[in-house]
Nanobody, 126 residues
Framework: EVQFVESGGGMVQAGGSLRLSCAAS????????IGWFRQAPGKEREGVAC????????YYGDSVRGRFTISSDNAKNTIYLQMNNLEPEDTAVYYC???????????????????WGQGIQVTVSS
């Protein structure tokens, strides 16, 4: 059974930083595409970043490119999302998920098929 446990969210002022962690289990971590999407109230699911472990490629959504960085620790089956220069528009629940597709370098999160965690709240105040 695929499982994700997210941690590291919270509240921060605009311009601040947070690092999210996601401990994964139940699948072959080293070969999967794993990443983060977010969803704010009343808005659609948005792909934030994904990491294709099979070839090391990383993809970012346009709204976070240059501010967020995705990384992993294979020994811990954990991926991270370092979020810098946070903006109020980044406020959302963030989910760790697999699998992913990529269209024109834009990460597309799973919608109807796939697995994701319980989500973690990130709130950025102005």
């Amino acid at each position: 059974e695929v499982q994700f446990v997210e941690s590291g969210g919270g509240m921060v002022q605009a311009g601040g930083s947070l690092r999210l962690s996601c401990a994964a289990s139940g699948f072959t971590f080293d070969e999967a595409a794993i990443g983060w999407f977010r969803q704010a109230p009343g808005k659609e699911r948005e792909g934030v970043a994904c990491f294709d472990k099979s070839d090391g490629s990383k993809y970012y959504g346009d709204s976070v490119r240059g501010r967020f960085t995705i990384s992993s620790d294979n020994a811990k089956n954990t991926i991270y999302l370092q979020m810098n220069n946070l903006e109020p528009e980044d406020t959302a629940v963030y989910y760790c998920a697999t699998p992913w597709s990529v269209v024109g370098d834009i990460p597309i999160p799973p919608e109807h098929f796939g697995s994701w965690g319980q989500g973690i709240q990130v709130t950025v105040s102005s």
